[in-house]
Structure formats: structure tokens, C-alpha cells
């Protein structure tokens, strides 16, 4: 009677949350079952629940990509949610591929995108369901090729043993290489060891099985070096040089159930001209590369068309920052309208061509204002180089609450290098500024509906790799909290507190995050005792189990202070600094040192900061930049509003 | 102008629920390129009746929903473009326009037709269409339904318009309107205490046969499906 195929029973599916995580079959889903030059079967992986593995838009990219390749059948696979997990694992069900519900173990390649740190247990998850052991080392040619990438390769170091590659950049450019590598690899009869080290010639790819690390007695690195001679010391991260001339979805797969990205996504540029000094994607996807705008009008109609989606929004690290933005708009609400789309708008500059656009494609009394100064005082924003100045912050406030919005919402950090307790008091003093902005540019009489609402939240600051503040030491659990109840106080004492709602973070996760961030290959032991301990879904408050995991590092006889709070010198070898991002060592240097002084650098579109990113030669490095004298009045002027 | 969109629903969309398979057919008008009719305002919806949500787990062959649209190339083009926009398993049988008077599909169910079979390795009843002769021929069949507020003993005897039984399968016909919707599983579930066994709902495949709606006059009932009442354009 069952004329379909599924991996899992109908017993089983009638007793899980959500079933249709795991049927696939969904509109423009890829299936080459019958296809008789199918010869690469690669399984694309992000380790978390579908609804948000099917949001990300990077997948969707490189699946789209594999699946134009006659040899290769691309499909998805996704954490397994916990009630299934538990089934899977009393049944000794292997884990399997959406499309063709096929085991994954059976597969050439399980490529696994790594978005946070969080998920690291996930990983092993899936391995582990998979029927793959969890080392590199203790692999054959009977299970499939495990390959990283994705944010977190930029230090892969903690996850080193349970990878056999990391691809490190973006996905579009040497995935081809390494394909036809491996056939040719089967076809000679090859080991894997002998395909792992030319693979691990291969640009981009980061063979770690083939690395070797020694330790200082106090814990920091001595040395990391390949074990053969033709080996690279150093792997420089892929790039696509052309983004408006490259892979791009215009059939994503559409779920039937509703995740988390339910529309269609358009990528308008990669990297950011900005330098926010404490954020990683700024500088890893150096330099800027603007996608031509009949390019993505193209893309917005057609994505459409093929998806039915009901929403379009735009992706980018600062929307406002691309210099087509007005152009691309107008067309979008122009199209929109005739099609009953709607449009959704992140991280835009808050001025009145922004305001604008917002009171057309959104109801200005249900939505609110975003800005994230990320510090609290003019001072700190300096140190992390954020470009928005409380003038600017209120200018725009003051603008929208004219135009009818009433509800702020405002994002900081806690525990940013050089902080004082001035600078924590200044998040509710600016909260309290806009609140009383709002009471001065609306006069009573118009002040209808709901009363303004000013909603602060901070999250706590942890140093990431390639960013110069990748020397900070990182706060204590007991100081971020400490910091929390400070801004909490200043709130309370504020003329329009009740005007202000104040949100804060957890700190427990935030120093594990701390930890991963900046580890090292001690960690993979620890990770792993932790996985078998029974945690996965680290990401989610109500899996993740903090004693669980601070216990399980002690007995590994680690530290987490040695990578979290520790002062690191000038001269430490960190674990990534065997990876070229783009921007050099000297840069991130010269930055932190900047950083100290209060010093602040202009963005890359008014003055190079000399980075190192040119090198690639393309998007704003090869652009002519203004005159300096103009650079300065510009420059002062500038802020942005979101992200 | 009004259309009442029939479909059929196999494989493994089963799984799917139906504020799901909502969504599926807001995105898959918009993929056919139906000149559907939006709501106005800032966020805009599809003008949309469904019939009566089907449970997951079940196939039928008579699913239906209305929708309004603003112009039209003909029935059979909207059932080709519609097609064109499903997944496997989901296949459009059939389109109607609605005349002014007609209500909408959800407020004109009035019965539905199930098949119950049982699934591989699952046993059937002995005798079967013995036994479901004799419950049915019981004079009331009284079951507990559990409500949010109460426990409320019920009657389901009134809503059983047909029933037939074959070895291996039984088919039934019942009440689906608002007021005095019957599940399939609910009764399957009297069934079972009938003949003293414990009741597994995944032991049968449900499939929803047709769903009518009622065109009887004076009391006097009678059913048609709910296509029956547009016509072709
Ligand atoms: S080299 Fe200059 S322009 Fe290019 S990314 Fe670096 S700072 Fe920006």
C-alpha cells in the first residue's frame, strides 16, 4: 500500500513534530534518482532543525550549483529535532538524505556549512547518526568525504579531528576541483590518504588531518606546520571576484512547512565597507562586491515567479551601503505592488529616503525603528569603530516619530575592550533621550495609539578571530552580569523608564561561545565527551546544559579562562593565524591599536585603510575614492541605522 | 468571479497538515500565475475557502477550495497552469465557477465519504463485514468526546448516512459539517471497543473519498459533491 519512498515509517512520522521536516519532495526539490549520469552523490548539510537549515541562503546557492552539474546529485540533510533523534537512535535508523531518502553513509561527500559555534555538538550528532565515525583519522573510503566550511572554518581548529577538509571561502569557486579530483582518485584506485593530500593542494582547502600543532608549556602554540613538504603553511580563503556573473538560485527549494526565511532572498552585495572593529563578517568577506542591479531586478522576478513566495527581502551586511539601493527599491515596491508581494527591508540607515521607502511597504504603526549603536557612549562607539553618532540616532528618531512610528528598537553590546561604567550608563541615557525626542517633535494632540516604546537590548561581547579586537580578553560570566544589573539600574533611574524596556542575554552560553571562538585542537576531546554526555542543540536555551558543559571541560583539564579571559600578547601564534582571510595581521594590529587610542578608521568607500584585501583587486579596492578633504564632512555625516 | 478548486492528495504530502497545505496553494496559485484576488493593505492575502481540513496521515480524491480571481483563460487552462504548480501527489481534478449565491466551501460541507484499510502487517478484524453490519446496526452508538471545557457523551448513530464493508476494507459515509463533524477515528474507535480491541489509529490508511454538500429542500436530504453546484466556464 506505501507506493512511495520514505526512510521512515508511517508509524514513526505519525508520531514526530512536524513530519514534513523529513519527507522532502518539496517544490523545486532536485531529484535525479533515475538519472544515468548521476556519479557524485554530495550531501549538503547545515546541523540544526530544518526550519532553519532551510533558511540559509548560502545552501541554497551551492545547491543549486551542484544539482547544474550533470555527475552530481546534490541533496539536504538537517539535524534530525530531538524526539526524532531519540527514535533513530533506539532503532538504528542511519541518518538520510531528504531527496532520495537514501543513507547518508553512502554517500561521496557530506559537506556541512558551519554558521555558530553552538552547533558543534550538532555535528557530531549527524556524523554519529550517519554511521560515520566521528575522527578524521579513523575514516575509509567506505564513508564519505566530511568537508567544513562556512563562518566558523575561519578557526576550524576546535572541530580540527572531525573533518576530513575545510573549504575555506565561499563555496561557488573550487568545489568543481575537488569533485573531479576524487573521481580521479576512485578511478586510480587511490587511497584516501593520498586524495585527502592532494586535495589539501587544492586552493582553499584545509586538509587538518595533514597539520601538525605543538604547545608552548603555557597552553599557547609553538609552532603548526603541514607534515609533508608540498603542503601549503598557508591556505588562503576562495573568493568570487565577479558576484554578478556567478551561481544563483532562481528555483530555491520552497518547504511546505513555515521556516524561518519564508521568502525569497536576495543578495545585493557581499562583504562591508564599514570596520565595525568587534565583527568577524566585515571582515572576512573583504573586500565589497556590489551585484549589478538589472542583475538582481532579473532575479527578484523570476525568483518569484518560481517560488510563489509572498515576501522578498534583501541580504547584505549594510543595506544602505549599496550604491544601487534607491534604484533596486523603487523597481521592487513598483513590481511588488502589481504582484501583492510584500517587501521586507533589514539593516537600512534611518534617514528620510529610508523612511520613505518604510511608510510604503510596511505599516508604520505596527513596525518599528532598528538602530544598533552597539555601545552606549560616543567614546566606546570610537574604540569599536562604529560610524553612528547619537546625533545621527536622534536626527533620524525625531524624523520617524514625525512620520508616525513610535517604537525603537536598539541594540548594544556589554563587555566591549575598554568599558567603563559611563559607558554602560549611556545605553539607557540614550534610550532616554530618544523617548524624551519623541515627547518634544510630537505634540500632544497627535500623539495617538500606542505611546512610544524604546526596547534596549545587549548582548555580551565576544572576541572572534580575524577582527582586531581578537586580542581582548573576554569578561567573566560574573562581570557581564554585573554589567547587566548597571544598565538595568540606569534605566531605572531615567525620567521616561517606563518608557523603556530592557532586554539582556544569557551569559552562560556566551562564554562557551567565548571559548569555541578562540580555541584550540584540546578542545575537540572535550566537545566530543560532551556530545556522548547527551547534549546537541546547544543553540537552543532549553537543550543547552551549562554544567554539562563546564564540567566536561574540567575534565579534559581545561580552562575556559585560558581562552576567554586570558590578556594575549602581541606575538601570540593564535590557531587561525595559519589562514589568510584577506586582511593581514598587520592590519587587525594597527586596528586594535587604534582601537586603544579611540581612534577611528573611515570606511573603505571614502579611504582605504590598506587591509590587505586589494590583493584579489576587485569591488571597492579598485574603486576611485573622493578627494580627502571631502572624505572628512562626508564621513561625519555618515551613520547607519540597522545591523 | 468566484471558482471552487477540487484536488486529490496521495504519497507522502499525507504527512502534510492543512494550515500547511494552505500556504502550499497561496504559493502554488502565485507559481501558476492565476490573477488571483488580494485583500487590500499592507499585507495583502489571497481571497481563499477551504473546504474541511483533512487530518495528517489521510489521502483523499476530494479535497476542495475557493478562490477569487480577477480574469481567467477558461477552466481547462486553470486546471493545466494549476498543475503545472503542484508536487507529486498533489494532482487538481477539477475546477467550477461559483455562481452570487453560492456559499463558500467551507460553510457549504455538509457530509464527506471515507475508505478505511487496513495498512501491511496490521490485522483486519475477523469477519469483517459481519461485525461492521452488526455495529452499525446497533440503535445508538455512544462515544466520549473529549472537549477542552467538558467530557460529552454523544450519539454518533444520527450522522452515519452510509456504511459498507468488504473482508479487508469499509467505507462510510457521514456527517462533515460544522456542527456535527464526525471523524472517521472517532467511530473506528467505538468500532474497536465493539469488537473488544484496542484501537492503533496508525493500523488504517484513511482516504477521503468526496466531500458533498447538501441541496435538499424541506429537511429532505440530499447530497452532491461540492463541484456539483458551479459550472464549467
Ligand atoms: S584594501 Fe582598502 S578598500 Fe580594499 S577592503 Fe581593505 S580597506 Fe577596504
Same mark, same amino acid.
Request: net charge negative; glycine share 6%.
Given at each position: ?33 533515475n ?8 550531501a ?22 551542484f544539482?547544474?552539474?550533470? =555527475?552530481?546529485? $546534490?541533496?539536504?540533510?538537517y539535524?534530525?529535532?530531538? =524526539? ?9 535508523i ?86 573531479d ?10 587511497? %584516501? ?12 582547502? +584545509? #586538509? ?20 609533508? !613538504? ?6 588562503h ?17 520552497v ?6 526565511q ?14 565595525c ?10 573586500? #565589497? ?31 544602505? =551601503? ?42 508604520v ?13 560616543? %567614546? ?11 546625533? #545621527?540616532?536622534?536626527?533620524g ?18 563587555? &566591549? ?11 539607557? !541615557?540614550?534610550?532616554? @533621550? ?13 500623539r ?17 578571530p ?15 552580569i554585573?554589567?547587566? +544589573? ?8 531615567? &525620567? ?16 562557551i !561561545? ?13 566537545i566530543?565527551?560532551?556530545?556522548? @554526555? ?9 537543550? +543547552? ?20 579571559? %586570558? ?18 595581521k ?19 568607500k571614502?579611504? $582605504? ?8 583587486g576587485?569591488?571597492?579596492?579598485t ?5 580627502? $578633504? ?9 551613520a547607519?541605522?540597522?545591523? | ?9 496521495h504519497?507522502v ?12 496553494? *497561496?504559493k ?10 488580494y ?6 492575502? *489571497?481571497?481563499?475557502s ?25 477552466? *481547462? ?17 477539477n ?20 475508505t ?21 446496526? *446497533? ?27 468488504t ?67
Open positions: 500500500m506505501r507506493d512511495y519512498k520514505l526512510a521512515l515509517s508511517d508509524e514513526i512520522l505519525m508520531q514526530v513534530e512536524k513530519p514534513a521536516r523529513y519527507i522532502g519532495n518539496e517544490v523545486n526539490a532536485v531529484n535525479k534518482a538519472d544515468p549520469n548521476v556519479d557524485i552523490r554530495f549538503m548539510c547545515f546541523p540544526d532543525v530544518y526550519e532553519i537549515g532551510m533558511s540559509h541562503l548560502g545552501i541554497q546557492i551551492l545547491y543549486d550549483m544539482n547544474q552539474w550533470e =555527475d552530481v546529485w $546534490c541533496e539536504r540533510v539535524s534530525p529535532w530531538v =524526539d526524532l533523534d531519540k527514535i533513530m537512535r533506539e532503532k538504528n542511519p541518518l538520510f538524505a531528504l531527496e532520495s531518502q537514501d543513507p547518508i553513509k553512502d554517500f561521496d561527500f557530506l559537506g556541512i556549512t558551519i554558521q555558530y559555534e553552538m552547533c558543534y555538538t550538532n555535528i557530531l550528532q549527524v556524523l554519529d547518526l550517519a554511521g560515520i565515525p566521528l575522527r578524521t583519522k579513523s575514516r575509509t573510503w567506505e564513508h564519505p568525504i566530511v568537508v567544513g566550511g562556512g563562518p566558523c572554518v575561519y578557526n576550524p581548529e576546535p572541530i580540527a579531528d572531525f573533518f576530513d577538509i575545510f573549504y575555506i571561502g565561499e563555496g561557488e569557486t573550487r568545489f568543481r576541483e575537488l569533485i579530483l576524487y573521481k580521479e582518485a576512485k578511478a586510480n584506485g587511490d587511497s %584516501r590518504e593520498s586524495f585527502l593530500r592532494k586535495a589539501a593542494q587544492i586552493p582553499g582547502m +584545509y #586538509v587538518p588531518g595533514l597539520y601538525e600543532v605543538t604547545y608552548k608549556e603555557d597552553g599557547t602554540i609553538a609552532s603548526f606546520e603541514p607534515i609533508f !613538504e608540498e603542503l601549503p603553511r598557508t591556505i580563503k576562495e573568493m568570487v571576484t565577479d558576484v554578478s556573473n556567478t551561481y544563483y538560485p532562481m528555483k530555491p527549494v518547504p511546505f512547512i513555515k521556516v524561518t519564508d521568502r525569497v532572498v536576495l543578495e545585493i552585495q557581499r562583504g562591508c565597507i564599514r570596520g572593529r568587534f565583527c568577524q563578517a566585515g571582515q572576512l568577506y573583504r573586500p #565589497v562586491r556590489e551585484r549589478d542591479v538589472e542583475v538582481l531586478k532579473k532575479y527578484a522576478v523570476e525568483m518569484l515567479k518560481n517560488t510563489g513566495h509572498e515576501e522578498i527581502s534583501l541580504s547584505s551586511l549594510s543595506s544602505s =551601503d549599496y550604491s544601487q539601493l534607491e534604484e533596486l527599491v523603487n523597481f521592487l515596491i513598483d513590481e511588488c505592488k502589481a504582484t501583492s508581494t510584500n517587501i521586507s527591508l533589514p539593516s537600512l540607515r534611518i534617514d528620510a529616503f529610508s523612511l520613505d521607502v518604510m511608510s510604503k511597504v510596511q505599516d504603526k505596527k513596525s518599528s525603528l532598528t538602530f544598533a549603536p552597539e555601545a552606549g557612549s560616543q %567614546r566606546l562607539r570610537n574604540v569599536i569603530n562604529k560610524g553612528l553618532t547619537e546625533e #545621527v540616532i536622534l536626527q528618531s525625531a524624523l520617524a516619530f514625525k512620520g508616525g512610528w513610535s517604537r525603537v528598537k536598539l541594540y548594544f553590546m556589554l563587555g &566591549l575592550p575598554t568599558e567603563t561604567e559611563e559607558d554602560i550608563r549611556g545605553i539607557a !541615557e540614550l534610550s532616554n @533621550k530618544i523617548a524624551s525626542t519623541y515627547f518634544e517633535v510630537v505634540p500632544k494632540e497627535e495617538k495609539g500606542a505611546p512610544v516604546q524604546i526596547v534596549a537590548s545587549t548582548s555580551f561581547f565576544i572576541p572572534k580575524f577582527t582586531p579586537f581578537q586580542w581582548a580578553r573576554m569578561n567573566t560570566k560574573e562581570e557581564f554585573e554589567k547587566a +544589573y548597571i544598565t538595568r539600574r540606569a534605566v531605572m533611574e531615567q &525620567l521616561n523608564q517606563k518608557r523603556i524596556k530592557y532586554n539582556w542575554h544569557e551569559a552562560d552560553v556566551s562564554i !561561545e567565548g571559548v569555541l571562538a578562540r580555541g584550540d585542537r584540546k578542545l575537540a576531546d572535550a566530543e565527551m560532551i556530545y556522548k @554526555k547527551g547534549c546537541i542543540f546547544d543553540s537552543w536555551t532549553e537543550y +543547552y546544559k551549562n554544567d554539562v558543559w563546564l564540567e566536561s571541560l574540567a575534565e579534559c583539564g581545561l580552562d575556559p579562562a585560558f581562552y576567554t579571559t %586570558r590578556e594575549r600578547s602581541l606575538d601570540e601564534i593564535f590557531p587561525w593565524d595559519f589562514l589568510d582571510c584577506g586582511v593581514t598587520e592590519f587587525l594590529m594597527r586596528e586594535w591599536k587604534k582601537a586603544l587610542n579611540e581612534e577611528v578608521s573611515l570606511n573603505c571614502t579611504q $582605504c585603510q590598506g587591509c590587505g584585501a586589494n590583493k584579489y576587485v569591488g571597492i579596492c574603486v576611485d575614492r573622493t578627494a580627502k $578633504c571631502e572624505v572628512v564632512t562626508e564621513s561625519s555625516n555618515e547607519e541605522g540597522g545591523n | 468571479m468566484r471558482v471552487r478548486i477540487k484536488f486529490s492528495k504519497g504530502v499525507k504527512f502534510i497538515g492543512h494550515l500547511d497545505i494552505m500556504r502550499y496553494f *497561496q502554488a496559485i502565485r507559481r501558476a500565475g492565476i490573477d488571483v484576488t485583500t487590500t493593505g499592507f499585507s495583502p492575502h *489571497q481571497v481563499m477551504f473546504a474541511a481540513p483533512l487530518g495528517v496521515g489521510h489521502y483523499s480524491n476530494g479535497e476542495y477550495l475557493d478562490i477569487e480571481v480577477n480574469s481567467h483563460n477558461g477552466r *481547462q487552462d486553470m486546471i493545466d497552469r494549476l498543475n503545472g504548480a503542484m508536487v507529486p501527489g498533489i494532482v487538481i481534478e475546477i467550477v465557477a461559483l455562481g452570487d449565491n453560492a456559499g463558500n466551501a467551507m460553510a457549504s460541507v455538509a457530509a464527506a465519504g471515507y478505511l484499510e487496513w495498512k501491511d502487517g496490521y490485522e483486519v478484524p475477523s469477519n469483517l463485514e459481519e461485525v461492521v453490519f452488526e455495529f452499525f446496526g *446497533q440503535e445508538c452508538i455512544m462515544v466520549t468526546k473529549q472537549t477542552k471545557k467538558s467530557t460529552l457523551e454523544l450519539d454518533l448513530k444520527p450522522g452515519i448516512y452510509e456504511i459498507e464493508a473482508a479487508d476494507s469499509i467505507y462510510m459515509l457521514v456527517d462533515a459539517s460544522s456542527s456535527g463533524n464526525i471523524k472517521p477515528t472517532l467511530l473506528l474507535e467505538a468500532f474497536y471497543s465493539f469488537v473488544g480491541k484496542e484501537f492503533d489509529p496508525l493500523a488504517i490508511q484513511i482516504t477521503r473519498e468526496e466531500t458533498y454538500t447538501d441541496i435538499g429542500k424541506n429537511g429532505k436530504r440530499e447530497l452532491v459533491p461540492l463541484d456539483a453546484v458551479g459550472e464549467d466556464f
